[in-house]
C-alpha cells in the first residue's frame, strides 16, 4: 500500500489524481494540501475521515509515502523541498522550476537519499514527441516549437515546450535560423529563443494542452504533433511514477527516465 498526500487538490489537475488514487487499489489517500483548504472540502469531495486537510506547509504532519504536487510554480519549489527533507517521495507535474532550483532539489534529494521524479507532462504521447523530436533535430537543425495551452495555464512557454527544446538542443547543430538581417517590427512575434530555437505559446480557452515542432529543410517539411483533449490522459504516467517513486534514491526530470 502506498500512502499519498496530494498538493493542489482541489485543482483540474488535482481533482484527477484525487479519483486515480481512489480507482487503484494500492494506493491510500492520507492526506490533502492547497492554502485555500477547508474542512467543507471533505464533505465536496467525499474525502474519508482520516484523510488529514492541510491549508500551510507548518501544519503539516503526515506518513505519507509519496507527495503528488500540481500546484503553481510559484509555490512548487518549497513544496517539493518541505517533502525531500521530510523523507516522502515527491512525484511533481507542476511546472515553472528553474534549472538552478531543479539541481538544489536533486542535490537536497541526494543527500536525503529521497527519489522521485520531476516531469513537465505525465501523457505518453508528449514523451514520445519529445523522443522523435530530439532524433529529428540530428538531421533537420532548422526547428520551431508551437505549445497550445488553456487561458489558465500561468507559465510560458509550458514545461513540456521548454524540456522539448532542451533535448532538441542535445542532438542539434548550433546555428543561427531565418535572415541574418531579421527585424522585428512588433517585438516578440518570433517568440521566445532558447538556444537558436524559437518557441510560440498560445493560449486560448477550449484547449487543454497540445504541441507541435515544426522541422525545415531543403525542400521538405517535418511537423510532429501531440494532443491531450481531456486531462485523464495524464493520469496513466502519474500512476506509474507513484509506483515507482517509493523505490528512487535520486530525483528524476522526466517521465522518460522511468520507462
Known amino acids: 500500500m502506498i500512502k499519498i498526500l ?10 484527477q489524481v484525487l479519483q486515480l488514487i481512489d480507482r487503484t487499489p494500492e494506493f491510500k489517500l492520507v492526506g490533502v ?5 477547508t474542512e467543507k472540502d471533505r464533505k465536496r469531495l ?13 501544519q503539516i504532519s503526515t506518513d505519507a509515502d ?18 525531500l527533507e521530510h523523507g516522502i517521495h515527491p512525484v511533481v507535474g507542476t511546472t515553472g522550476l528553474t534549472d538552478a532550483q531543479v539541481e538544489v ?14 516531469a513537465s507532462n505525465f501523457g505518453m504521447s508528449a514523451v514520445l514527441l519529445m523522443k522523435f523530436a530530439k532524433e529529428a533535430a540530428k538531421y533537420f537543425p532548422d526547428v520551431e516549437i508551437i505549445e497550445m495551452h488553456h487561458d489558465n495555464k500561468k507559465d510560458a512557454p509550458s514545461g513540456t515546450a521548454l524540456n522539448t527544446a532542451k533535448q532538441i538542443a542535445k542532438n542539434r547543430i548550433p546555428h543561427v535560423q531565418g535572415a541574418s538581417d531579421e527585424q522585428e517590427t512588433l517585438a516578440h512575434v518570433r517568440g521566445g529563443d532558447y538556444e537558436g530555437i524559437k518557441i510560440h505559446s498560445v493560449r486560448l480557452p477550449g ?4 504541441e507541435q515542432v515544426l522541422f525545415g529543410g531543403p525542400g521538405e517539411a517535418l511537423t510532429i504533433r501531440q494532443d491531450s483533449f481531456d486531462r485523464a490522459s495524464f493520469m496513466n504516467g502519474v500512476q506509474l511514477a ?12 522526466g517521465l522518460e527516465n522511468i520507462l
Do not use: C, R
Open 6 to 15: 496530494v498538493a493542489g487538490y482541489s485543482g483540474s489537475m488535482g481533482n
Open 33 to 37: 494540501f492547497a492554502l485555500n483548504a
Open 46 to 58: 467525499d474525502l474519508a475521515e482520516d484523510v488529514k486537510i492541510f491549508d500551510s506547509l507548518a
Open 66 to 83: 509519496v507527495w503528488i504536487d500540481f500546484t503553481a510554480p510559484s509555490a512548487v519549489f518549497e513544496n517539493v523541498k518541505f517533502a
Open 105 to 118: 532539489l536533486q542535490a537536497l534529494a541526494t543527500t536525503k537519499n529521497v527519489g522521485g521524479l520531476i
Open 207 to 210: 484547449y487543454v494542452a497540445h
Open 242 to 253: 507513484v509506483k515507482k517513486a517509493p523505490t528512487l534514491t535520486q530525483l528524476f526530470v
